[in-house]
C-alpha cells in the first residue's frame, strides 16, 4: 500500500485496517478498529501522540515526538523499534520471536510484560508488572521499576538497577552471568537462579536466594 501523510490531527475507525507507513507532519494519529488486529507494517515517522485503542500487529519502527498508548492488545510480526517520550502497554506484548527495541525519553509502562521476543533493548526508564521472557538478551539501560511480581527470564540479561515497590523479581537466564549494576532496592523476595555479578547495593524486605554463582 501507499505511504499515508497527515496534514492534522488523524482518527481512523472502522471494523480492520492494514497500514504500510504514515508520515505525521507533527500530528497525532489513533486508530479504533472492531474487527482484528491493525496491521502497522513499515515506517511511521513523525508523529506527535499515537493512541492505538485496537489490537495491533507491529512489524517496523514507530517514531513520535510525543508519547504512545497502546489499549489493546500488541503483538510483532516482525522486528519493532518504537522511539518517543512515553509508551504505555495495557496488555501483554506478544513477541513472536521478534526483537523490540524501546527508545523512549521518559517511562515505558508495561502493565502486563512480555513474552515470546527474541532480544529486548530500552534505553530509558520501565515499569514492569508481570513477566517478560526473550529468546534471546534482554538489555534494561535506564531504571526497572516494578509493579508486580516479576519473573524475567531469556538467554542473557543486562540490568542497571531495580526499584522493588516491595514486589518479588526472579531472575533465569541461560547463556552467561547477569550483571547486575546500580542500586536495587525496596525488592520483597530476590530469587536468581542463574549466574549473577554484583557491582553495588541489593536490598530486599525478604529473602535472598542465589542458586548459581555470584561475582562481586
Known amino acids: 500500500g501507499s505511504n499515508v501523510s ?4 488523524t482518527a481512523l475507525s472502522g471494523t480492520s485496517a492494514s497500514l504500510s ?14 474487527s482484528g488486529a491493525v496491521s502497522l507494517a513499515g515506517s511511521y515517522s513523525n508523529i506527535a501522540d499515537f493512541i492505538a485503542e485496537t489490537d495491533v500487529d507491529l512489524d517496523g519502527t514507530i517514531t513520535t515526538s510525543g508519547s504512545q498508548s497502546y489499549q489493546a492488545g500488541v503483538s510483532l510480526s516482525g522486528d519493532t523499534s518504537l522511539s518517543g517520550t512515553t ?9 513472536g520471536g521478534n526483537d523490540l527495541s524501546l527508545n523512549m525519553s521518559g517511562l515505558t509502562t508495561l502493565n502486563q510484560g512480555a513474552s515470546g521476543l527474541g532480544n529486548f533493548s530500552s534505553t530509558g526508564d520501565i515499569s514492569l508488572a508481570g513477566d517478560l521472557t526473550t529468546t534471546g538478551s534482554q538489555t534494561f539501560g535506564g531504571n526497572l521499576s516494578l509493579a508486580g511480581d516479576t519473573a524475567l527470564s531469556g538467554t542473557n ?6 526499584t522493588g515497590n516491595n514486589h518479588n523479581l526472579s531472575l533465569n537466564f541461560s547463556g552467561g552471568a547477569v550483571t547486575l549494576g ?3 532496592s525496596g ?3 530476590f530469587i536468581a537462579e542463574t549466574d549473577v555479578n554484583l557491582d553495588g547495593n541489593l536490598s530486599t524486605s525478604g529473602s535472598q536466594t542465589y542458586k548459581a554463582g555470584t561475582t562481586l
Open 6 to 9: 497527515l496534514t492534522g490531527d
Open 87 to 95: 509508551a504505555s502497554f495495557s496488555e501483554a506484548i506478544a513477541g
Open 187 to 189: 525488592i520483597a523476595d
Open 21 to 34: 507507513g504514515v508520515t505525521g507532519n507533527n500530528n497525532n494519529l489513533s486508530l479504533n478498529f472492531s
Open 157 to 162: 540479561a543486562s540490568l542497571n538497577g531495580v
Open 182 to 184: 546500580g542500586a536495587y
